[in-house]
């Protein structure tokens, strides 16, 4: 089946860099993006790596390894509004293209 | 431009009652994706239209369905509703149906089964 692994919450401090992880498993490989969702509010696309290595848009970076079916997003100068939840998501299994499968996302809290 | 959009944002209905939720799409995109998100969840994908037809499902059962525009405006259609399907109900829409084609959501339709 397909699985989608990120740590449940992470608290950094403003000005901080954090790292969260994902690891997966899935069949027929197409890409891992990166959303963010504030509470209340509409994922919005962070990223996305077709293949290994790092993407940088900004305060905000994403890294993959296709070969350790892993991932992580980079966040650095923390802001308070930055404080969200952030989902890996890779295409369904057998699906393809950008129909996606998300993971349990990762609470991010930022504070002062 | 205009964004993606969603109706209604807020729906209270009972048990074995049915429900359309509404969609429309960002202008100039094909590609409409729906997605159920549950309290502390991720969305998990209920079917994508692509151009007018179905393009792919998710483990979803058959009283789920859905219907593409020509405008490519979307319906999401429940049947016999079950208190389980109390959800964030997300659409997306995007350019194409390519694995690097954005998808930008709406604000969702908070459903709330009784």
């Known amino acids: 089946g397909q699985s989608l692994e990120q740590p449940s919450e992470v608290t950094a401090v403003e000005g901080a860099i954090v790292q969260i992880n994902c690891t997966y498993q899935?069949?027929?490989?197409?890409?891992l993006s990166w959303y963010q969702q504030h509470d209340g509010g509409a994922p919005t696309f962070l990223s996305y790596n077709a293949l290994d290595g790092l993407e940088e848009t900004g305060r905000f970076s994403s890294f993959l390894s296709r070969s350790d079916s892993y991932g992580y997003l980079l966040l650095q100068e923390l802001q308070m509004k930055d404080s969200a939840s952030y989902f890996c998501?890779?295409?369904?299994?057998?699906?393809?293209?950008?129909?996606?499968?998300f993971g349990t996302g990762t609470q991010l809290k930022v504070e002062l | 431009e205009t964004g993606v959009t969603q109706s209604p944002t807020h729906l209270i209905k009972t048990r074995g009652q049915q429900v359309t939720l509404r969609c429309s799409s960002q202008s100039g995109h094909n590609t409409v994706s729906w997605y159920q998100q549950a309290l502390g969840q991720g969305p998990q994908f209920i079917f994508q239209y692509y151009r007018e037809e179905e393009n792919g499902r998710g483990n979803f059962p058959p009283r789920f369905s859905g219907l593409q525009f020509p405008n490519y405006s979307s319906e999401l259609n429940v049947n016999a509703l079950e208190l389980d399907d109390s959800a964030l109900y997300l659409c997306?829409?995007?350019?194409?149906?390519?694995?690097?084609?954005?998808?930008?959501f709406g604000p969702g339709t908070r459903l709330t089964v009784l």
């Open positions: 998501a890779v295409a369904l299994e057998g699906g393809g293209g950008n129909k996606l499968t």
């Open positions: 899935t069949s027929g490989f197409y890409g």
């Open positions: 997306a829409s995007s350019l194409g149906r390519g694995s690097s084609d954005e998808q930008f």
